[in-house]
């Protein structure tokens, strides 16, 4: 599905749709702009709009009650940034959705009873759960004691979520309802995040996506929690990242490789943080475990988080991923990927906001014949070429013969392929650690008094990688 606004048009929506984008790019005015254009045709549409800022208490007043029956005015409310009795009007969908369901249990007695919908409200809950009183207000009782909680007393998380899940859950009964049938029906959902930790996120998106299977309704969510997208499914939600001042949104589905990435970008919710310790994006395994490695060893002075793609060509889609994510979240951040030279050129070109490196030597592997690497595996260059030649005397009859042959002949430690080399070169230099341990601890290591001479590890790694990453600094 297709809409066209002023000024902007979303390309691509499917059942529950997450635009997400930074504070200030225009979300809120994104999805205020679609409930005006669709919200006047009560013929074909059924939209409900809820505003990012959910003021109030979780409290029965007779005056909000009596403005939520005036329609105008509850869209109008609605419409603003800040809803101060927000919370209040939500009090009143909870009683408008036991009726609701009532009704729905009157045409079909295998439906869902009201005690089922509380129960599945209060699973959203840790601390406090709601309970039906003797009248129609919300009645809260503390899980663990069991003893009566006033409304007021609830934090901002509980009260957003309490509120949420009333608005969503009317809104999905109603959408059910045959006075609708026919209609496009949207759900506009403006920061779902606000108060609520990561863990309460993923359990509210999971409300919405279980609440709306089944009934074509469209979910249109504006966010800046990279965590939110975490806790959707792929195969029916899409996402939209936006900067300001695009003409066009193209959603596109939650992909595998946007779901690996989402949680390094989750543990960085403010840019400050990101920015103190951005993503390094890693071909496989190996190098993941290397940069691991060399985070732990420096002590803080390394400061990203590495991520694998898995291979080359997926490392190219993650780098797209998060440049979007990047642009959309955070101000002024970056990101960097590091990969196998190969047979390629050394030099590689930006992606955006992603710096892009390529290792002077060949692969990553190469990185244990570095005389730095070596030096920490107990040898140095001239007795390791020494212990290849020991090791051609004894093993030839070994897989790996040839293989070693070809390398000895020339010892071309920086372009030779030598992946299936590597444990053997751990067993020559006399090392019973890992070699991705080994090279991390080796890179941990580095510093302005390092080598840069030829068989340097600085040489294997690159000047790219050195200055953007800062392996050469002084400590």
Known sequence: ????????????????????????????????????????????????????????????????????????????????????????????????????????????????????????????LDHVELVRGATTDMEFRNKESGKPQNADTLSSGESELLSLASEILAYCYQAEHRDNAGKTKFLLIDEPDVHLHPDLQHRLVRLIASSCDGKEIIVLMATHSTALLGALDGASASVAFMTKGVAELQFEPISEQLRNVIPIFGAHPLTNVFSESPILLVEGESDFRIWQQAVRSSNGRIRVW???????????????????????????????????????????????????????????????????????????????????????????????????????????????????LRNIFMAIAGSAKPWEVVVGQAIAALNNQSSQEEGSLALFLGPRATAALQLLAEW
């Open 1 to 124: 599905m297709d809409i066209s606004l002023d000024g902007i048009k979303l390309k691509g929506i499917e059942s529950i749709n997450v635009v997400l984008g930074k504070n200030g790019v225009g979300k809120s005015l994104l999805l205020r702009d679609i409930d005006t254009k669709f919200s006047q045709d009560k013929e074909n549409y059924l939209v409900k709009y809820i505003s990012p800022e959910r003021g109030g208490e979780l409290t029965f007043q007779s005056a909000v009650e009596q403005n939520v029956r005036n329609e105008k005015w509850a869209i109008g409310q609605r419409r603003r940034n800040r809803v101060s009795e927000f919370r209040s009007m939500s009090h009143s969908q909870y009683r408008a959705l036991e009726t609701l369901v009532l009704r729905k249990r009157e045409r079909d007695a295998d439906a869902p009873s009201f005690d089922d919908i509380v129960a599945k409200i209060n699973e959203l």
């Open 306 to 420: 590495p991520c694998a793609a898995g291979d080359i060509q997926s490392l190219n889609n993650y780098e797209q991923i998060a440049a979007k994510i990047i642009a959309s979240v955070y101000d002024n951040a970056k990101a960097y990927s590091i990969r196998d030279r190969d047979d390629q050129q050394y030099e590689i070109v930006d992606l955006e906001n992603v710096t892009r490196m390529r290792l002077k030597c060949r692969a990553v592997e190469n990185l244990i014949l570095a005389d730095d690497v070596l030096e920490l595996a107990g040898t140095n260059w001239d007795d390791f070429k020494h212990g290849v030649a020991d090791w051609l005397k004894v093993n030839t009859h070994h897989k790996q013969f040839e293989q070693m042959d070809a390398f000895a002949n020339g010892f071309d430690r920086v372009g030779t392929n030598v992946k299936d």
